[in-house]
């Protein structure tokens, strides 16, 4: 560790200054990045390969994602624009610029999205009798039940809003789906425009008859508009959503209460500036004028539909209970040792103590690991204290369940809990609030920070000392997301790592700078340096130097140009990643030595795993596993945490997962040199890294 603090200095000042922006060639563009990745999860919902119903699942994915997409990114981005901002991103795009490049993906992301719904996916449910019926294939029976329903369960709770000089445009409510009607006074002639905000809280496919025969919500609506504009005729009726800003604008800095300044924000966006509308193909350019004047939209911010808007209901589908329709099930496993202990009236304690325990999620339960750590840390009279980082967690957490009840049993429990993490800040202030009220030392972190680490101290009095006990992982502390997405768990009562645990919460919750720390690599001061000096590290090993990454995404300019400099002194550089890429792979003269691949599946590959193959003072391998990608917002702008795993057996086990996910013979998507990823995901010998993953932990429990 000695060799890494003398340079942390001189390597992040060296690298700093050594970046040249102008050099556009060298990058990709984060957010053409990003469109790249949901391409390949669009890529899913047409692979043979995946049962039907979880293709109609992929495809909700890519349409939520999109969604989001627009509410952040591209809100920056018009953000920029109005303020006249026309700095180059490293890849050498105006924002202006980007945003061309982004309307025109879109529209054609769209339209095969399109394709694959109506040209695959309706033909492969339909033999399967699921099948999704337009009101005019429905018998005068079926229509007449319907409209029954229609009149008890969905008329009493419809509002139309006319616009007239009397009534103005109405506000359209982010993400809402409407209905836009133009009906015509037979006497006088006279058209008025109206909309028609459809529930969400009825189910967008509407069951016809006893069979998996639907109808969309909107077709029952539409088919019945004449009790609602009664004497009127419908001369125009569609679908439209809007999509708005949905970013915070908060500085914590002037926020004297922050808590009150987050659900203040969460209120205002509600009514943040449109960004997009969504359209049916063919509307009449009258109606889409009006639109675009009443919402301050250009015509390029239209994206036109031909077929049904908002994809994400398709999750309704995707939860049928036709299991020859979806996986089969992984049921999740007991971690070997904890299944021992289990069956020997064992603490978890006493398996921490025995060894470092390392746990795989969602092959391995979450609830008898982490959660079972919580519950019983809240439960054992020895614990004096709990201590842990909240960044997303469940509407009805277990985990926030034990530390109300450790904080009531007079347990000091203190949590740090990050209230501005995207689209949880509302359940996150809850919890907020639910905590503090059962005694729990609540904090909101460091001003101008996102605490994005995952970590839980417990201190335990044992027969022979007090001694701290240490959980850090991957992934967040999420019973529900720990189901769906792949991450690793680390326990240890290692002396130093619970030092430096300490020192890591003192760091967020009091008032004091931040520690050298002596096992933990923490952002935003010392994680990129850190990383920086690992890679410049190998490069001196020339070809006998080898990086293997394991990312969501990579971004940060720095450490890309780090990694290129390595390749060209030969070191040979794997990186698996799953969304963003700013890197370029197997450039002659740049990048010849770097592999990027991403893996996409029925679990999302979340965990973040870091491993050099001279990363220690001895020369031999260095594994790290923790919560940082290598992007800016990660290294400078949040509190992030990677972990030294050292104990063979975990090494060893990492090592396993990079030779499942880098297999030639397993399904993945390979970047090439022109930045066009190639998907490898079909054919005979094809397999499935995550499908081999499970089943060899299946077989391999005890670590």
């Not at 347990?411 to 919890?431: G, P």
């Not at 990027?596 to 003072?617: P, W």
């Given at each position: 560790m000695t060799f890494w603090r003398n340079r942390f200095a001189l390597a992040s000042k060296a690298d700093s200054d050594s970046y040249d922006e102008s050099i556009g060639q060298s990058y990709i563009n984060r957010e053409l990045s990003w469109l790249d990745f949901n391409d390949r999860v669009l890529t899913l919902a047409s692979d043979a390969n995946v049962p039907v119903l979880e293709q109609c699942r992929f495809l909700a994915i890519c349409s939520s994602n999109l969604d989001e997409f627009y509410q952040i990114r591209v809100a920056a981005l018009k953000d920029q624009i109005a303020a006249d901002i026309t700095t180059r991103t490293p890849d050498g795009r105006t924002p202006v610029e980007q945003l061309q490049e982004i309307t025109a993906r879109t529209q054609d992301f769209v339209n095969r999205q399109h394709s694959v719904w109506a040209n695959e996916l309706l033909p492969q449910l339909a033999k399967s009798d699921v099948r999704i019926l337009g009101w005019q294939e429905l018998s005068a029976e079926q229509k007449a039940s319907l409209s029954d329903d229609f009149d008890r369960r969905i008329f009493p709770v419809l509002t139309p809003m006319a616009v007239d000089p009397a009534h103005p445009f109405p506000y359209i409510s982010n993400l809402a789906l409407n209905l836009a009607v133009i009906a015509r006074d037979p006497n006088s002639g006279e058209k008025r425009f109206a909309r028609l905000k459809i529930p969400k809280n009825l189910p967008r496919?509407?069951?016809?008859?006893?069979?998996?025969?639907?109808?969309?919500?909107?077709?029952?609506?539409?088919?019945?508009?004449?009790?609602?504009?009664?004497?009127?005729?419908?001369?125009?009726?569609?679908?439209?959503?809007?999509?708005?800003?949905?970013?915070?604008?908060?500085?914590?800095?002037?926020?004297?209460?922050?808590?009150?300044?987050?659900?203040?924000?969460?209120?205002r966006r509600r009514f943040g500036r449109a960004v997009r509308i969504e359209i049916p193909l063919g509307t009449t350019q009258e109606v889409l004028d009006l639109m675009c004047e009443e919402l301050e939209l250009e015509p390029s911010d239209v994206t036109f539909h031909n077929g049904m808007i908002e994809m994400n209901a398709l999750n309704q589908l995707a939860s049928l209970d036709i299991p020859g329709l979806r996986f089969k099930p992984w049921p999740p496993l007991t971690a070997g040792r904890l299944l021992a202990a289990e069956y020997n009236s064992q603490s978890i304690f006493q398996v921490i103590r025995e060894r470092q325990l390392l746990v795989h999620h969602p092959h391995e339960s979450f609830?008898?690991?982490?959660?079972?750590?919580?519950?019983?840390?809240?439960?054992?009279?020895?614990?004096?204290?709990?201590?842990?980082?909240?960044?997303?967690?469940?509407?009805?957490?277990?985990?926030?369940?034990?530390?109300?009840?450790?904080?009531?049993?007079?347990?000091?429990?203190?949590?740090?809990?990050?209230?501005?993490?995207?689209?949880?800040?509302?359940?996150?202030?809850?919890?907020?609030?639910?905590?503090?009220?059962?005694?729990?030392?609540?904090?909101?972190?460091?001003?101008?920070?996102?605490?994005?680490?995952?970590?839980?101290?417990?201190?335990?009095?044992?027969?022979?000392?007090?001694?701290?006990?240490?959980?850090?992982?991957?992934?967040?502390?999420?019973?529900?997301?720990?189901?769906?997405?792949?991450?690793?768990?680390f326990f240890t009562c290692e002396e130093q790592i619970g030092a430096d645990a300490t020192e890591l919460f003192n760091y967020l919750t009091g008032y004091a700078k931040e520690p050298d720390y002596l096992r933990l690599f923490v952002a935003p001061h010392q994680l990129r340096p850190r990383i920086l000096e690992l890679i410049h590290r190998e490069a001196t090993f020339g070809d006998k130097g080898q990086i293997t990454l394991k990312l969501n995404s990579i971004s940060d300019p720095a450490v890309i140009d780090a990694l290129y400099s390595a390749s060209n002194a030969g070191v040979k550089i794997q990186l698996i990643v799953r969304g963003i890429c700013c890197l370029r792979a197997g450039v002659?003269?740049?990048?010849?030595?770097?592999?990027?691949?991403?893996?996409?599946?029925?679990?999302?590959?979340?965990?973040?795993?870091?491993?050099?193959?001279?990363?220690?003072?001895?020369?031999?391998?260095?594994?790290?596993?923790?919560?940082?990608?290598?992007?800016?917002r990660n290294l400078d702008g949040r509190v992030e945490v990677l972990v030294p795993l050292t104990h063979p057996k975990h090494r060893a086990w990492l090592d396993k997962v990079f030779e499942f996910l880098t297999a030639e013979d397993v399904a993945h998507f390979e970047l090439d040199s022109h930045d066009k990823w190639i998907a490898h995901t079909s054919g005979e010998t094809i397999g499935d890294a995550q499908q081999r993953l499970h089943e060899w932990v299946v077989a391999t429990q005890v670590r």
């Open positions: 496919f509407m069951r016809v008859g006893s069979q998996n025969h639907f109808v969309l919500l909107e077709d029952v609506i539409s088919a019945n508009l004449s009790r609602l504009f009664q004497g009127m005729s419908i001369e125009e009726c569609f679908v439209f959503r809007v999509s708005r800003n949905a970013d915070l604008s908060l500085d914590d800095e002037d926020a004297e209460d922050l808590l009150a300044a987050v659900e203040m924000e969460l209120r609830n008898s690991s982490v959660e079972a750590f919580v519950g019983q840390a809240a439960s054992d009279p020895k614990v004096h204290s709990i201590k842990m980082t909240l960044y997303r967690t469940s509407g009805d957490s277990s985990i926030a369940k034990h530390l109300v009840r450790a904080a009531e049993s007079g347990k000091q429990v203190a949590v740090v809990l990050e209230i501005k993490a995207r689209f949880d800040e509302a359940r996150n202030i809850a919890w907020a609030k639910e905590l503090e009220y059962a005694g729990v030392h609540v904090t909101y972190g460091i001003v101008g920070l996102k605490t994005h680490s995952k970590c839980i101290l417990v201190v335990r009095e044992d027969s022979d000392q007090m001694r701290r006990y240490v959980h850090i992982g991957t992934g967040n502390y999420n019973s529900t997301t720990a189901r769906l997405y792949e991450d690793i768990g002659p003269g740049m990048s010849e030595n770097i592999a990027v691949r991403s893996i996409l599946g029925r679990y999302l590959e979340h965990s973040r795993i870091y491993r050099f193959e001279h990363g220690l003072e001895d020369d031999s391998p260095l594994h790290l596993i923790g919560s940082a990608d290598l992007m800016g």
